[in-house]
């Protein structure tokens, strides 16, 4: 067999794309395809100018891919969505340096399964030890902190044997085959099932009605108006905003992804799309959805939980989509049938007592996550038989067994497993 050559690339303009699909596609998530990472990158949404210096590392035989992993040189930690800036406070009161880091992840996005893609699994083990080996000796003869890797699916994170496992929180709706959105609520309590159709019927009784805008009918105008209620829900939240993409992103949207998007529009009835109200962006790719963005007017009521959770969920039951990962924070997703799991990290930091204190404290970090999980878990209004049945497959789905936590091996026989 030819050798493997490994090459790193500064932005995923350099490589082929049908080449990185060949690999990335394998992926449930569409965050890895190149034309969604070409789209971050040649809108300058993420760029080095953004503090996102690309170094996809791809893995050559012959000329051909046959292992890749995107990775970005970071001089912060914006757009990650595991929140390590506690970690990078600490650091500064040692006056331990903290940046700049690798971090392999999809860009401004809580979600990703990340990995090693390759095309044989019996080669996983010998590249990803060897782009390990060589990530290492670019931090450091460069002066790089850290090495992490964010939203790491299940099996992948099993491999790293020197990093330190963190735990977080993250969201999923599963569609069980529902006949319709009905279906759905009638396997809700009643009280929530009640307050949820009285938020359903509220936009109707506004006189709007949802549009999903998809493909070719992803007009500018549709765009333009999606990305003005995008800056209209980042300015409410001031220091704490998630404003990581510009103008040039959602125009240029259609032109990179319009097969993996769809637009939810509540608009007034006998009105366009892009006369919305209320927007949210959500991407697809095979049986899952994930909710991106969302704006709206904020003097009509319910457009959140119409245009973000209830339209998206009775598009996924026309199509038999079964799994929805809705994003990041918003505790009221638990109310509307959303279930919390266990979402993995993985980090090495290369300053020895820094390493020493986040392996000393992770362990407890992590219970605590798992206990805030089981007290979520109370809020959603499914019978307890039916959270039992989610929590089998969200296991299955993950590749976890059922005693297995996602910490350290080592700490499983110290804690109580989630899943």
């Known amino acids: 067999m030819e050798p493997v050559e490994l090459t790193i690339y500064v932005g995923i303009g350099e490589i082929e794309r049908d080449s990185w699909n060949s690999l990335a596609l394998g992926s449930r998530t569409p965050f890895y395809e190149w034309e969604w990472l070409a789209l971050l990158e ?42 390590d800036y506690g970690w990078a406070d600490l650091a500064g009161q040692l006056n331990i340096p903290y940046y700049p880091k690798l971090v392999g992840t999809a860009p401004a996005t809580p979600s990703g399964y990340y990995r090693l893609f390759c095309s044989d699994p019996g080669e996983l083990d010998t590249l990803l030890s060897r782009g390990l080996s060589t990530l290492e000796d670019i931090s450091r003869d460069n002066q790089i902190r850290g090495l992490n890797f964010l939203f790491c699916d299940p099996v992948f994170a099993r491999g790293l044997k020197e990093f330190h496992q963190w735990e977080n929180q993250s969201y999923l709706w599963i569609n069980r085959d529902y006949s319709d959105f009905q279906d759905f609520l009638s396997e809700l309590s009643k009280n929530h099932r009640r307050n949820i159709r009285r938020e359903w019927n509220s936009l109707s009784d506004q006189g709007l009605e949802i549009t999903a805008v998809s493909g070719a009918d992803l007009s500018e105008g549709i765009m333009e108006r999606m990305y003005r209620f995008y800056l209209r829900t980042n300015a409410r939240f001031g220091p704490w905003a998630a404003k990581y993409l510009n103008r040039e992103f959602f125009l240029r949207l259609p032109e990179f992804v319009d097969h993996r998007v769809v637009i939810f529009s509540a608009h007034p009835r006998n009105a366009k799309p892009e006369e919305a109200l209320g927007m949210s962006l959500c991407v697809y790719k095979g049986d899952w959805l994930f909710g991106r963005y969302w704006g709206g007017d904020p003097g009509t009521k319910n457009l959140h939980f119409n245009t973000c959770y209830y339209a998206p969920m009775q598009w996924m039951i026309e199509r038999g989509m079964r799994y929805f990962d809705p ?49 979520m878990e109370e809020s959603v209004p499914f ?9 089998t497959e969200i296991r299955q789905l993950f590749s976890l067994s059922e005693d297995e936590t996602w910490g350290n091996p080592e700490e499983a026989s110290r804690s109580e497993g989630l899943y």
Do not use: T
């Open 327 to 375: 994003g990041a924070g918003s505790p009221h997703k638990l109310h509307r049938g959303f279930m919390p799991h266990p979402v993995v990290s993985c980090h090495r930091f290369f300053d020895p007592l820094l390493s020493e204190i986040f392996r000393e404290n992770i362990p407890a970090i992590n219970r605590e996550n798992r206990r805030m999980i089981r007290s």
């Open 42 to 83: 040649q809108s300058g949404s993420i760029d080095s100018s953004s503090g996102w210096q690309p170094l996809h590392i791809s893995f050559n035989r012959n000329g051909i891919p046959v292992g890749i992993m995107p990775l970005y040189l970071k001089s912060h930690s914006h757009g990650e969505f595991v929140f």
């Open 383 to 391: 019978s307890e038989k039916l959270k039992s049945e989610l929590r």
